[in-house]
């Protein structure tokens, strides 16, 4: 079946350091792919997206690309700032299904930025 | 701020009590909503799609009767957890989908304690 698998964390880094969060995925087909965040108190967001393979997503200059031959959707930064931490969550959207139903979750990465 | 509120963010029960968990839109209708479920370092597991006026679609291994769902309203959706035992204990999240954006906003969790 389909399922996602990202690094453990916690992941802590001085600030304006480099941060790269694997994700890789199980799916049949052609999936979408998303990254979503969640500040301490609050609900998940999305943080940004990738519809098909070689599709690069970005926002707040976080990065990912669509790797199909390698089954993955790493998350880069070039230089995290403390406003960063967070946790961070990969997610799978099953293709035919409309991209933001029925999301396949990984467990998540816990990203601590220090001064 | 929030789109979606969850609520309550915390709650203690003892076995054999049941717990209604509240997931409301703020700013859009939404016809879907889901229910998730997470364990202490897992990921976030679909547990059901609650539709609007309608029974909700529960993933396979989720006991209907245990978690039910009401979607009364196009802003509400509620999850009531009945005869609940410290196994249920868990963070329990929910989601909404804005159709018109094809975004799926979440709740900040609630997490649940059963004694």
């Known amino acids: 079946g389909n399922s996602v698998t990202q690094m453990e964390g916690p992941v802590t880094l001085s600030e304006e350091a480099f941060l790269t969060i694997n994700c890789t995925y199980t799916?049949?087909?052609?999936?979408?792919l998303f990254w979503y965040v969640q500040y301490p108190g609050e609900g998940l967001q999305l943080l940004l997206k990738a519809t098909k393979a070689d599709d690069k997503g970005s926002n707040k200059g976080f990065e990912a690309t669509y790797r199909k031959e390698t089954t993955s959707f790493h998350l880069e930064k070039g230089s995290v700032q403390v406003s960063d931490s967070a946790v961070y969550f990969c997610?799978?959207?099953?293709?035919?299904?409309?991209?933001?139903?029925?999301?396949?979750f990984g467990a998540g990465t816990r990203l601590a930025v220090h001064p | 701020g929030a789109v979606v509120s969850q609520h309550p963010s915390r709650v203690i029960c003892k076995s054999g009590t049941s717990v209604k968990i509240e997931c409301r839109s703020l700013d859009f209708q939404a016809t879907t909503m889901f229910w998730y479920r997470q364990f202490p370092k897992q990921s976030l597991m679909l547990m059901a799609t609650?539709?609007?006026?309608?029974?909700?679609?529960?993933e396979q291994g989720v006991e209907k009767d245990k978690f039910l769902i009401n979607h009364a309203s196009l802003t509400l959706s509620t999850l009531t957890v009945t005869s609940a035992h410290p196994e249920d204990s868990s963070f329990y999240i929910c989601?909404?989908?804005?159709?018109?954006?094809?975004?799926?906003?979440f709740g900040a969790g609630t997490r649940l304690s059963v004694l």
């Open positions: 799916a049949t087909g052609y999936p979408s």
């Open positions: 609650s539709n609007e006026g309608s029974k909700a679609t529960y």
């Open positions: 989601s909404a989908l804005d159709r018109g954006k094809n975004i799926q906003y």
């Open positions: 997610a799978l959207g099953p293709q035919g299904s409309g991209g933001y139903n029925k999301l396949i």
